[in-house]
């Protein structure tokens, strides 16, 4: 594994602690850390990273807190505090 992709998976990690204990503002800027690493290494973001993070305001999402999750017919609707909507299949 390249060692932007650990890094990458480290920041995934500190920002779901950093959410957790309620810092929100860290879990952000681990958020936007390790998105910026991927573009410019041109990697993607990791499954859950990319699934619990907001595209709009870079926030680590944790249902029932900052996040609303809907299920709909097929796919998933993950509503952030900012408004924003993601839409993820499901079978």
Do not use: W
């Amino acid at each position: 594994m390249k060692i932007a992709a650990e890094r990458i998976e480290r920041l995934g990690a500190l920002a779901k602690e950093a959410a957790a204990e309620g810092e929100t503002e860290r879990a952000r800027t681990y958020v936007r850390r390790a998105r910026r690493i991927a573009e410019r290494h041109r990697l993607s973001l990791p499954r859950k990273l990319k699934r619990f993070s907001c595209d709009a305001c870079d926030s680590y999402l944790i249902p029932g807190r900052n996040a609303r999750v809907r299920t709909q017919d097929g796919h998933v609707v993950v509503t952030c505090d900012c408004g924003e909507h993601a839409r993820y299949p499901y079978d």
